[in-house]
């Protein structure tokens, strides 16, 4: 199982790719394999996104909470730990 961090940057790696093949497949959209691609990201996106909030509570508010309210406990995004650091770092991601 991964990390809070692991987990919250493999999204954030999916949630990229796959806005880059929306603006990919606007202009392709008789791709297969960049829309194939596209719906396996979005899938994993997903699936990453329900472990996370099992585990470490909501991402986004449009979410249902369990008693406590966790929402407060992550760090906020202009907190330092909120952010994480990319460069020479590889994010392997398995679809």
Same mark, same amino acid.
């Given at each position: 199982?991964?990390?809070?961090? +692991?987990?919250?940057? =493999? =999204?954030?790696?999916? %949630?990229?790719?796959?806005?880059?093949?929306?603006?990919?497949?606007?202009?392709? #959209?008789?791709?297969? %394999?960049?829309?194939?691609? $596209?719906?396996?990201?979005?899938?994993?996106?997903? +699936?990453?996104? +329900?472990? $996370?909030?099992?585990?470490?509570?909501?991402?986004?508010?449009?979410?249902?909470? /369990?008693? #406590?309210?966790?929402? =407060?406990? @992550? #760090?906020? #995004?202009?907190? $330092?730990?909120?952010?994480? /650091?990319?460069?020479?770092? +590889?994010? @392997?991601? %398995?679809?």
């Amino acid at each position: 199982m991964m990390n809070r961090d +692991e987990l919250l940057k =493999i =999204i954030s790696v999916l %949630d990229f790719y796959a806005l880059d093949l929306q603006l990919y497949l606007n202009t392709h #959209p008789t791709d297969r %394999d960049a829309i194939q691609k $596209y719906n396996n990201v979005v899938k994993r996106a997903k +699936e990453l996104r +329900e472990e $996370y909030e099992r585990t470490y509570g909501m991402l986004t508010p449009q979410n249902i909470s /369990d008693s #406590p309210w966790r929402w =407060i406990e @992550n #760090p906020w #995004p202009w907190q $330092y730990k909120f952010n994480f /650091d990319l460069e020479g770092d +590889e994010c @392997n991601v %398995d679809l």
